[in-house]
């Protein structure tokens, strides 16, 4: 018997010699802690005895007791790292940041390497008490966060100018995770690409999340004097509102991420241009500096078609077509002094009874169903005559534009149970569907001027609500949502990651066919997998046997395929990328592509459900999955054609969603789907969007105006501007009818 043991301990060695792994065999240690500019940063020196074996590390600061918020975390590439100059020799500087202060930290580090082993490591960070001047630590808790709120987002971006520590990021518990280093004293700036772009004077700087602080740009050559008011995300870059010495408050510029000037518009010239071609006198309405007759305060873009969203306190909301500079539409109170002008007033949408106009408005964006969002602020015009009426109280409201009958129609708001008057600034914006963050920042009450920020839920409950006292707009001038539970470095922005459709596979023309493109000017790494007996386990029957997947490009030749994934030669990358499939017998091959068409053909031998899928590997290079399109059977309940595609990771992204049936008869199907209905879900299965007939869809003429309008009226599409996360659209036939049928995911965002 002792020797059947000492036998037993030897296999046992040998077997873990034998299956060692990189997670087994490289040995980290951490050297030291060095606490960064304020006490929300570290960094970490990791001694490595390899690094090259490094795939990626993660970082994840676990919640304080009580906290409902999800943990504080991110994730680097070794590419990253090694870019930025943060591995040298044997050692990883490792940047941490949104850590609690005056706090022992619970950090987990997650080791992953090349051969798809990893390994965590746990680790204490404590950190100094912050000097908070401005009181974010400490708010008046109207109403906590509860652990029962389904809040979409748990970390927000506060847009300040109380302190040289401008801006902050707080949780939805209300505790303070970052604040600026730049040393400036501002709030024109936004969240983008995963740092702070912070303007300043004429100055444009980048504050990244580790500290770092670099000036982009000095725009004092081209005549400017300084930002002022909001920043937004543009067409490509970021919408700044400038000042120059002839021109206040009138000049909207949009600037690349390195800090070069794209495009500018000025509405001083795209107004006077209008009221002169409609017969007005423009000398009546506009004005030189510094009389403060039109006072941009926010912008923003609709990718859908191809739209410059300005808000103009003094007087309305105007939407300028993005190339050519003309007005398209404008959306404001018929009682000020624009609507006097006829060359204006051309341009009014009508609001149907019950629908107030905005005034004042502040903080203007899009909705994931293509609405207008916008912080009605209530007060008159203070320059422009008449001024208009002035409301009692503020409210977000949002607005349902129909360009094609010239209509705003109110199809939400949120006032208080109290009426709160938010005289200035203030923003509201939308995470996801329907989750909301609001800012009143500027609310006179009992002699005092408070802001207060509260979150909605999406059943319209409020998940919580902080006060603060301020002077100014400079507590909250205007307050972002973010999502920092997993943020990844490289970034990864507006793009469709990944396309999974399941559908009926049989033979002939019923084969499961994944077509997507590859745009931009470099090549794409991507994982194709076609999944069928794993599919039993979601509780599926009849399920695809012994799935086979052949790759073909866009002139018809196959040039890869798998049929068993172990035996695909980057079996082992796939296993390392977390994608390697639940069966043996299931189908996956990685390929780097370069830009053009491709179509992915899932076939069996025996009829079933199957699953295709494309998962992009390389989504922060110069190069995207443009639009993604899976054909199949569609059959009556679980033969329904289902597509799900994911939106990554920072930024809402512009998609249109297409069910085509009657339309294949012209490449030759013989039994295409007759009456495609599609639907959209989020990934909680609440439904975003129904269509049966595309004309009925809302985005309609922003369809025809992108060429994506299907050519059969019976057929569906709809246009949607979702944030991050994971999307299900499911085709399928009026009344259970059957047939081939096409499921597309557009993406509009630029490469």
Not at 133 to 146: K, M
Not at 191 to 215: C, E, H, K, M
Not at 394 to 399: A, E, I, L, M, Q
Not at 424 to 436: Q, T
Request: proline letters at 7%; a negative charge.
């Amino acid at each position: 018997m002792k020797h059947a043991i000492i036998l037993s301990a030897l296999l046992i060695g040998l077997s873990r010699g034998l299956l060692a792994s990189q997670a087994d065999d490289v040995v980290i240690t951490i050297d030291n802690q060095i606490a960064g500019a304020t006490p929300f940063l570290s960094q970490l020196t990791l001694s490595v005895s390899d690094t090259a074996a490094i795939r990626r590390i993660k970082f994840t600061i676990a919640p304080k007791p009580g906290s409902v918020t999800r943990p504080f975390a991110a994730t680097y590439s070794q590419s990253y790292l090694a870019e930025r100059g943060d591995i040298v020799g044997g050692k990883i500087f490792l940047p941490i940041y949104g850590l609690y202060d005056g706090y022992s930290n619970r950090v987990t580090l997650t080791y992953t390497f090349n051969d798809g082993s990893a390994r965590d490591e746990i680790t204490t960070i404590t950190t100094a008490t912050y000097d908070d001047p401005c009181g974010y630590n400490s708010p008046t808790v109207l109403q906590p966060r509860s652990a029962t709120t389904p809040l979409s987002y748990d970390y927000f971006l506060v847009k300040g100018a109380c302190s040289s520590a401008s801006p902050a990021i707080l949780d939805t518990d209300g505790r303070l995770r970052w604040v600026g280093t730049a040393g400036l004293k501002f709030f024109s700036l936004a969240f983008f690409d995963n740092s702070i772009y912070v303007a300043y004077g004429p100055l444009l700087y980048r504050n990244d999340l580790d500290g770092t602080v670099t000036q982009l740009g000095d725009f004092s050559s081209a005549g400017m004097t300084e930002f002022h008011h909001n920043v937004d995300r543009g067409k490509t870059g970021l919408l700044f509102e400038a000042d120059t010495e002839d021109y206040l408050e009138t000049i909207i510029m949009e600037i690349l991420p390195d800090g070069r000037l794209l495009k500018s518009w000025n509405m001083a010239d795209i107004i006077s241009a209008a009221m002169i071609a409609g017969g007005d006198d423009p000398s009546k309405f506009v004005f030189d500096a510094p009389d403060d007759w039109f006072h941009s305060n926010a912008a923003t873009y609709n990718r859908a078609d191809d739209t410059l969203i300005v808000s103009s306190r003094e007087s309305f909301v105007i939407g300028i077509d993005y190339g050519s500079g003309t007005i398209k539409w404008i959306l404001g109170d018929p009682a000020k002094a624009w609507y006097q002008f006829p060359s204006l007033r051309q341009y009014a949408l009508a609001l149907p009874a019950g629908s107030l106009p905005p005034i004042g408005q502040h903080a203007v964006s899009i909705t994931y169903d293509q609405d207008l969002l916008l912080f009605d602020n209530g007060l008159t015009s203070l320059f422009q005559q008449p001024p208009g009426p002035s409301r009692t109280y503020s409210s977000p409201r949002k607005y349902h534009l129909d360009l094609v009958n010239r209509t705003a129609t109110e199809v939400w708001n949120y006032p208080m149970e109290e009426s709160i008057f938010d005289l200035y600034c203030g923003s509201v914006y939308e995470d996801a569907p329907d989750n909301y963050l609001l800012d009143y920042a500027y609310v006179p009450q009992g002699g005092a001027v408070f802001a207060r920020l509260i979150g909605l839920d999406a059943t319209g409950s409020i998940a919580f609500d902080y006060q603060y006292p301020t002077a100014g707009c400079l507590q909250a001038f205007n307050a972002v949502p973010l999502h920092l539970e997993n943020t990844s470095f490289p970034a990864v922005g507006p793009k469709s990651l990944n396309l999974s459709t399941r559908g009926l596979v049989s033979p002939g023309q019923g084969a499961l066919i994944g077509g997507f493109i590859v745009t931009g000017t470099v090549t794409k790494t991507v994982v194709l997998r076609a999944l069928g007996p794993s599919l039993g386990g979601a509780g599926l029957t009849g399920t695809l046997g012994d799935p086979a997947l052949t790759l073909y490009d866009a002139a018809g030749q196959a040039f890869a395929g798998n049929d068993n994934w172990e035996t695909d030669p980057a079996a082992g990358q796939i296993a390392a990328d977390d994608l390697a499939p639940g069966d043996s017998s299931e189908a996956a091959l990685l390929v780097t592509l370069a830009p053009g068409a491709y179509t992915a053909v899932v076939t069996g031998q025996d009829p079933g459900i199957g699953l295709v899928e494309i998962y992009d590997l390389s989504p922060a290079t110069a190069s995207a999955l443009a639009n993604i399109s899976t054909r199949g059977e569609v059959g009556a309940d679980s033969g329904q054609l289902i597509g799900g595609f994911i939106v990554g990771e920072l930024e809402s992204s512009t998609v249109v969603v297409r069910a085509l049936g009657p339309s294949l008869s012209a490449a030759g199907i013989t039994d295409p789907l007759a009456d495609p209905t599609l639907t959209v879900y989020d990934e909680n299965g609440s439904a975003l969007a129904t269509n049966d007939n595309w004309p009925d869809d809302p985005g309609a003429p922003a369809l025809t105006q992108n060429q994506l309008a299907p050519s059969d009226p019976t057929e569906a599409a709809t246009i949607l501007h979702l944030p991050p996360g994971a999307y299900t659209a499911i085709a399928s036939g009026i009344d259970g009818a059957t047939g081939i049928g096409l499921v597309e995911v557009y993406n509009l965002e630029s490469p």
